[in-house]
């Protein structure tokens, strides 16, 4: 009797020494060391994007050039960086940023441009600066885009069109999808608490609950909807893109605002992803495509873009579910080089197998992290990381890998590189005063926001 008890009091002594060993891993030595290297790495990206594209959208890293979206620069990359450079404490590369963006940025431009991204890369980016610099020039540049993308929701549903023109209003493609018509919803609503006219958060809430309304009886939505008429074109469901952030603002807008409607559609939308889309596999969890009127799966596809759902379900409190579906993220990125855009996750096979510099399944880590300071996350971000600084440096920056089975690369490098991929992985070793998440929620393109409810 007293043998056994000694045995378990041993055992219960071995399982917590070793766990607690877990936590411990990395010493705070290790961890700044880390986060110095992804501050260099984000030097040398920059120091590439001012020699060869100062003031374009973007860097092409391999063939040295700059590259725009549209026929005159956004300035996409000084905006998308401004406030990584902040949070790194980089004050010079922050200066050279905003003097571009001051200088160059006017957005009286007949120019057709896509709401979704102009709207998480810009109206994010210039909101978020201004709430952590202060100058006003910030918001008024804000203020003035989000005038210029309103007529695109000039719809009888609510919901926007895809592409809206910034100086004429003139709108194309009506055929639009969840994560396209609900990702306004923070930027708008910023807006509207930063200069008290209630019109934007009307607007975008109108847009995400004309989604919302539209849902199956069994609480999922679709792929792709007609704006114009209410009318779904494809019912397929899934976590990843064109759906992905409809769901993450609408729990995010319940954070930054405390409105209760977004709550409940968060939470009415979750049971459903976990009760037909969420699946067990012996190499982990994934969430799988279903239909959104019979939650019949219809394919078992899974990618980089997928993995943000972890990192959310964390962020709200299913921090279980959110460990396993990490398991499966991380296989992901293990079972080939680095990631695939796409893969089949039944039969462990690729899709889609370029990887532009994603930044979800780090994010992921850095929400799982502050959530339960297992050191486990900081091994896997760790992996992640040093994969991208080792296999994806180009001459005059990191490129997008074209194929992750032969690490070929191709000649981009995404402004959400700079936005995303390199502040978390800062901030999931640095120390955690850096960002406070009680006090701001990052928008989808990790521009944080000030909590203000
Ligand atoms: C970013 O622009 C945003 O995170 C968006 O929500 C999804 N895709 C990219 C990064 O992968």
Redesign the pocket.
């Known amino acids: 009797m007293r043998s056994s008890y000694l045995l378990i009091l041993g055992l219960v002594i071995l399982v917590s020494v070793s766990c607690n060993n877990s936590k411990k891993t990395f010493s705070d030595k290790a961890k700044q060391a880390q986060s110095e290297k992804i501050v260099r790495a984000t030097q040398f990206a920059w120091k590439g994007y001012m020699q060869y594209a100062k003031g374009f959208d973007a860097l092409k890293p391999i063939s040295k050039q700059g590259e725009n979206w549209y026929k005159t620069s956004l300035q996409m990359t000084p905006i998308d960086a401004f406030d990584t450079f902040t949070l790194m404490g980089l004050k010079t590369e922050a200066n050279e940023a905003k003097g571009l963006i001051f200088a160059n940025l006017n957005f009286d431009l007949d120019m057709n441009v896509q709401l979704f991204?102009i709207n998480?890369?810009l109206l994010g980016g210039l909101l978020s600066a201004y709430e952590l610099d202060g100058d006003k020039r910030f918001l008024t540049l804000a203020e003035d885009l989000c005038k210029r993308l309103l007529p695109a929701f000039n719809t009888k549903t609510g919901m926007p069109y895809r592409y809206v023109n910034l100086k004429t209003g003139a709108l194309r493609d009506s055929l639009n999808n969840p994560a396209e018509i609900g990702?306004c919803l923070l930027e708008f609503c910023k807006l509207t608490q930063l200069t008290g006219d209630s019109t934007y958060y009307k607007i975008a809430k109108k847009a995400v609950f004309a989604v919302y309304e539209r849902r199956s009886s069994i609480d999922l939505v679709g792929t792709i909807i007609d704006v114009t008429t209410g009318e779904w074109k494809k019912s397929e469901c899934q976590i990843g893109a064109r759906l992905?952030?409809y769901f993450e603002y609408l729990y995010k807008n319940w954070l930054l605002t405390g409105d209760k409607d977004c709550f409940e559609a968060w939470e009415t939308h979750r049971k459903a992803i976990a009760k037909y889309m969420i699946t067990d596999t012996k190499n982990g969890t994934f969430l799988t495509r279903v239909d959104m009127n019979t939650g019949k799966e219809t394919r078992s596809l899974y990618g980089?873009?997928d993995a943000f759902y972890a990192g959310l379900l964390a962020l709200s409190g299913d921090v279980a579910t959110a460990q396993k579906i990490q398991e499966g993220n991380f296989y992901m990125w293990t079972r080939f080089n680095i990631e695939p855009e796409v893969f089949d996750f039944k039969k462990d096979s690729i899709l889609y197998p370029s990887y532009p510099l994603?930044?979800?399944n780090i994010e992921s880590c850095f929400y799982l992290f502050r959530k339960t300071h297992d050191s486990k996350y900081l091994e896997m971000g760790k992996r992640m990381t040093d994969d991208i600084i080792d296999k994806c440096k180009a001459e005059a920056g990191f490129a997008a890998v074209k194929n992750v089975t032969t690490l070929e690369l191709e000649d981009s490098m995404e402004s959400?590189f700079f936005a995303?991929t390199l502040k978390y992985s800062y901030l999931l070793f640095a120390p955690e005063s850096k960002l406070d998440l009680s006090k701001f929620v990052f928008n989808?393109?990790?521009h944080p926001l000030k909590i203000n409810r």
């Open positions: 991204e998480i890369r990702t992905d952030s980089a873009l994603r930044p979800e959400f995303e989808t393109e990790s």
